[in-house]
């Protein structure tokens, strides 16, 4: 990082933290649209960790770890700068819908990095790619359940350049996420256009789409999953050795897979669920039966949803209402294509083994 | 139209009979909508073995209040044709359009959005329709109504309420006698007739132009936790247990409160701009505990700037009648709902005293 580079995002200066507005385009209602970017420039130089969330206007749960992070990181005691998006799809959020409720080619923001047309979802990626990832050295993307679901992984490429994917696994790991899944992200839907396929593969930085909680569960469960991405997040700067004295969330262990299965609905009904937010990270086998999906015209059960294999759950759902193909279960494959990293720092493995 | 008939015992609805002692699921065709599929309305009726009142519970009038589905599917299971004076008739889903799109109102460019404030509506608008179908199939065959608004994301409510002002005064009281037999310690009095929407809510229209008297519950919310969600459930269908022993259907007495907080007024405290709402006043004292003038309820903080931009305080001491989970808010949102103690409209009944 040279001190010019951040001069783009704003006059910030070390030791500092300073918001940012970016402008994108102004929009059909006459109002400018821009970006907030919260910038923490640490006293010394060193990394450049870019934290992009809310991409997907309805998973808006980061949102509150965003803020903790930007109001409980001290400037004066990093190395390196942190530039902190909390809502990167204004659109999307305003209407806490996914995807930009415009009738373009790219409704969806993170499938068309770096923004190459002029719809409304391009010109945000482009102001992103040019403002923030392209100063950036690491980056990580947050996306967590909207209302009904949840999450625990941390999503890398598998098929990035093999020293951006070894370092992108390093930090995963650090996170603490107890399960981490290494997917194609460049050669696989959506090809290089989501935000870490973009930055891994064109950008070569190590890249992490952070995926822990969701809305919609018990309050001490979403405390949890908060603090969770704020430990992790800071558990990925003490990694990068710009803070001091980070914390290990590290479990026992953790799974690093390939093979996920989506696990939900052909159809549309409600959801009665098996397997809520407090299974999450579970182990289940074959089989197992995860939910059912009621008529909610008869409450006769229309679909029943069984794990496809045996492997850990990394992303569940509490009983709402689901359209065909709307968020359910997910299973982590314990497979051949997976492998256990031990934390040598715990406590042997517990004797339930699903290696 | 109506194409209903009953006698004393066997009831007769959208062309099928129900004999005395049986359960049927009735589908009643409204409409076919322009992605081809048939809007119908799927009623479910427990005619008892013994002659006595009918009673429609009604649920997901607006299409984002569908955790009260559950309420209506609760109260079939456990009630007995064979221990049952009258019918019970459930239609969980009053608004099969607005709930497939997860929306309180139907996502169309008519005069009339909200199904309820259609009722009695003469136009051929979706909402039009399915409230003449509502009226002609449920209202139209039973001697009382509940309704049933509860189960938003992110907000909870914790009242019943009756309507004061009906041309007809017995059917407004009648509608107390129902909402106190529901069992909670607050009753709010309404004007559902002469004032906003006028008769076109279900329960309105119900009691001034049906001449049927009805209650509305709006106990309980979404995305609280297992927990806290399963504990309103059971208040509800006490409540309606309650309503049924009332009325004469089941054996036994309602549990009314000794004591019973009458009030006309609500205070809507809800933001004024859009943003992320933190609350300060606690889940657990919705309807119970009392906020002090001036006391502060929540906050709203901008997801952009992440700083506090509007404090909600308590316009009035009094009781809360809607509390709220940290969730983003568009302005005018759904936050808190104060009951003036105060108020010259507010007074306390014994058990036994009518209005």
Same mark, same amino acid.
């Given at each position: 990082?040279?001190?010019?580079?951040?001069?783009?995002?704003?006059?910030?200066?070390?030791?500092?933290?300073?918001?940012?507005?970016?402008?994108?385009?102004?929009?059909?209602?006459?109002?400018?649209?821009?970006l907030?970017?919260?910038?923490?420039?640490?006293?010394?130089?060193?990394?450049?960790?870019?934290?992009?969330?809310?991409?997907?206007?309805n998973?808006?749960?980061?949102?509150?770890?965003?803020?903790?992070?930007?109001?409980?990181?001290?400037?004066?005691?990093?190395?390196?700068?942190?530039?902190?998006?909390?809502?990167?799809?204004?659109?999307?959020?305003?209407?806490?819908?996914?995807?930009?409720?415009?009738?373009?080619?790219?409704?969806?923001?993170?499938?068309?990095?770096?923004?190459?047309?002029?719809?409304?979802?391009?010109?945000?990626?482009?102001t992103?790619?040019?403002?923030?990832?392209?100063?950036?050295?690491?980056?990580?993307?947050?996306?967590?359940?909207?209302?009904?679901?949840?999450?625990?992984?941390?999503?890398?490429?598998?098929?990035?350049?093999?020293?951006?994917?070894?370092?992108?696994?390093?930090?995963?790991?650090?996170?603490?996420?107890?399960?981490?899944?290494?997917?194609?992200?460049?050669?696989?839907?959506?090809?290089?256009?989501?935000?870490?396929?973009?930055?891994?593969?064109?950008?070569?930085?190590?890249?992490?789409?952070?995926?822990?909680?969701?809305?919609?569960?018990?309050?001490?469960?979403?405390?949890?999953?908060?603090?969770?991405?704020?430990d992790?997040?800071?558990?990925?700067?003490?990694?990068?050795?710009?803070i001091?004295?980070?914390?290990?969330?590290?479990?026992?262990?953790?799974?690093?897979?390939?093979?996920?299965?989506?696990?939900?609905?052909?159809?549309?009904?409600?959801?009665?669920?098996?397997?809520?937010?407090?299974?999450?990270?579970?182990?289940?086998?074959?089989?197992?039966?995860?939910?059912?999906?009621?008529?909610?015209?008869?409450?006769?059960?229309i679909?029943?949803?069984?794990?496809?294999?045996?492997?850990?759950?990394?992303?569940?759902?509490?009983?709402?209402?689901?359209?065909?193909?709307?968020?359910?279960?997910?299973?982590a494959?314990?497979d051949?294509?997976?492998?256990?990293?031990?934390?040598?720092?715990?406590?042997?493995?517990?004797?339930?083994?699903?290696? | 139209?109506?194409?209903?008939?009953?006698?004393?015992?066997?009831?007769?609805?959208?062309?099928?009979t129900?004999?005395?002692?049986?359960?049927?699921?009735?589908?009643?065709?409204?409409?076919?909508?322009?992605?081809?599929?048939?809007?119908?309305?799927?009623?479910?009726?427990?005619?008892?073995?013994?002659?006595?009142?009918?009673?429609?519970?009604?649920?997901?009038?607006?299409?984002?209040?569908?955790?009260?589905?559950?309420?209506?599917?609760?109260?079939?299971?456990?009630?007995?044709?064979?221990?049952?004076?009258?019918?019970?008739?459930?239609?969980?889903?009053?608004?099969?359009?607005?709930?497939?799109?997860?929306?309180?109102?139907?996502?169309?460019?008519?005069?009339?959005?909200?199904?309820?404030r259609?009722?009695?509506? =003469?136009?051929?608008? &979706? !909402?039009?329709?399915?409230?003449? %179908?509502?009226s002609?199939?449920?209202?139209?065959? +039973?001697?009382? /109504?509940?309704?049933?608004?509860?189960?938003?994301?992110?907000?909870?409510?914790?009242?019943?309420?009756?309507?004061?002002?009906?041309?007809?005064?017995?059917?407004?009281?009648?509608?107390?006698?129902?909402?106190?037999?529901?069992?909670?310690?607050?009753?709010?009095?309404?004007?559902?007739?002469?004032?906003?929407?006028?008769?076109?809510?279900?329960?309105?229209?119900?009691?001034?132009?049906?001449?049927?008297?009805?209650?509305?519950?709006?106990?309980?919310?979404?995305?609280?936790?297992?927990?806290?969600?399963?504990?309103?459930?059971?208040?509800?269908?006490?409540?309606?247990?309650?309503?049924?022993? =009332?009325?004469?259907? &089941? !054996?036994?007495?309602?549990?009314? %409160?000794?004591?019973?907080?009458?009030?006309?007024? +609500?205070?809507? /405290?809800?933001?004024?701009?859009?943003?992320?709402?933190?609350?300060?006043?606690?889940?657990?004292?919705?309807?119970?505990?009392?906020?002090?003038?001036?006391?502060?309820?929540?906050?709203?903080?901008?997801?952009?700037?992440?700083?506090?931009?509007?404090?909600?305080?308590?316009?009035?001491?009094?009781?809360?009648?809607m509390?709220s989970?940290?969730?983003?808010v568009?302005?005018?949102?759904?936050?808190?709902?104060?009951?003036?103690?105060?108020?010259?409209?507010?007074?306390?009944?014994?058990?036994?005293?009518?209005?």
């Amino acid at each position: 990082l040279s001190d010019s580079a951040l001069i783009e995002i704003g006059s910030t200066l070390a030791g500092t933290r300073t918001r940012v507005d970016l402008p994108v385009t102004m929009g059909l209602n006459g109002q400018p649209l821009a970006l907030s970017a919260h910038v923490l420039r640490g006293v010394t130089p060193g990394p450049v960790v870019a934290l992009l969330s809310t991409l997907h206007g309805n998973e808006w749960f980061s949102i509150f770890a965003m803020r903790r992070l930007v109001e409980s990181l001290d400037p004066q005691r990093l190395r390196g700068t942190v530039i902190v998006v909390p809502v990167a799809n204004p659109p999307a959020f305003g209407r806490l819908t996914r995807n930009m409720p415009d009738p373009s080619d790219s409704p969806d923001l993170n499938r068309v990095f770096p923004g190459q047309w002029t719809w409304t979802s391009d010109l945000i990626a482009a102001t992103l790619t040019d403002h923030v990832l392209r100063q950036a050295t690491c980056l990580l993307d947050f996306h967590v359940g909207p209302w009904g679901h949840a999450d625990c992984d941390i999503l890398i490429g598998d098929d990035l350049p093999p020293e951006v994917a070894a370092e992108s696994e390093r930090l995963a790991l650090a996170f603490g996420s107890p399960i981490v899944r290494r997917s194609n992200v460049v050669s696989s839907f959506p090809g290089p256009r989501s935000a870490i396929g973009y930055a891994g593969n064109v950008l070569g930085i190590p890249s992490l789409g952070v995926e822990i909680g969701g809305a919609g569960f018990a309050p001490e469960l979403e405390r949890a999953w908060i603090q969770s991405t704020v430990d992790g997040v800071l558990a990925v700067f003490g990694a990068l050795e710009m803070i001091e004295n980070p914390p290990d969330p590290r479990p026992v262990r953790q799974l690093v897979y390939r093979n996920a299965h989506r696990v939900n609905p052909r159809v549309g009904g409600w959801l009665h669920s098996r397997y809520g937010g407090d299974r999450l990270g579970q182990p289940v086998t074959a089989g197992t039966l995860l939910g059912a999906v009621h008529s909610p015209y008869t409450d006769e059960i229309i679909e029943e949803l069984r794990a496809p294999v045996d492997g850990l759950l990394y992303y569940v759902s509490r009983n709402y209402p689901v359209h065909p193909g709307g968020w359910a279960f997910g299973i982590a494959a314990s497979d051949g294509d997976a492998r256990w990293v031990e934390n040598p720092s715990r406590q042997t493995p517990a004797e339930e083994d699903h290696r | 139209m109506t194409t209903t008939t009953s006698d004393a015992t066997t009831l007769t609805i959208g062309g099928t009979t129900i004999e005395p002692g049986v359960r049927r699921d009735v589908v009643i065709p409204v409409l076919t909508d322009l992605d081809g599929s048939e809007i119908a309305l799927h009623v479910h009726v427990v005619n008892g073995v013994r002659p006595g009142p009918r009673l429609a519970v009604v649920t997901v009038l607006h299409g984002g209040e569908w955790a009260a589905a559950e309420i209506g599917y609760s109260m079939l299971k456990r009630t007995d044709p064979s221990a049952l004076a009258g019918a019970l008739v459930v239609l969980p889903i009053a608004n099969p359009i607005a709930f497939a799109s997860g929306t309180r109102n139907i996502v169309d460019e008519s005069d009339s959005p909200d199904l309820n404030r259609s009722f009695g509506g =003469h136009e051929d608008w &979706l !909402a039009d329709q399915l409230g003449r %179908a509502v009226s002609d199939h449920i209202l139209a065959n +039973v001697d009382a /109504v509940i309704d049933f608004h509860s189960g938003l994301w992110g907000a909870a409510m914790g009242s019943v309420t009756c309507g004061r002002d009906y041309s007809d005064p017995r059917i407004a009281q009648l509608s107390y006698e129902m909402a106190r037999a529901f069992g909670r310690r607050q009753v709010r009095r309404s004007d559902l007739a002469t004032k906003f929407p006028g008769p076109k809510s279900m329960v309105g229209y119900a009691g001034q132009v049906c001449g049927i008297p009805g209650m509305i519950s709006e106990i309980g919310g979404c995305g609280f936790g297992d927990e806290q969600e399963a504990q309103w459930l059971e208040e509800n269908v006490a409540g309606v247990t309650g309503v049924m022993r =009332h009325l004469g259907m &089941l !054996a036994g007495a309602p549990e009314v %409160a000794e004591e019973i907080v009458v009030f006309e007024r +609500v205070h809507r /405290v809800n933001p004024t701009c859009g943003g992320m709402l933190e609350p300060i006043f606690p889940v657990s004292g919705l309807m119970r505990d009392i906020a002090e003038k001036g006391q502060l309820l929540g906050r709203v903080w901008s997801p952009y700037t992440l700083e506090v931009i509007e404090e909600l305080r308590a316009p009035v001491r009094g009781l809360v009648d809607m509390v709220s989970r940290p969730y983003p808010v568009r302005p005018g949102d759904w936050a808190y709902l104060m009951v003036d103690l105060d108020s010259s409209g507010t007074r306390v009944l014994g058990g036994d005293e009518l209005p």
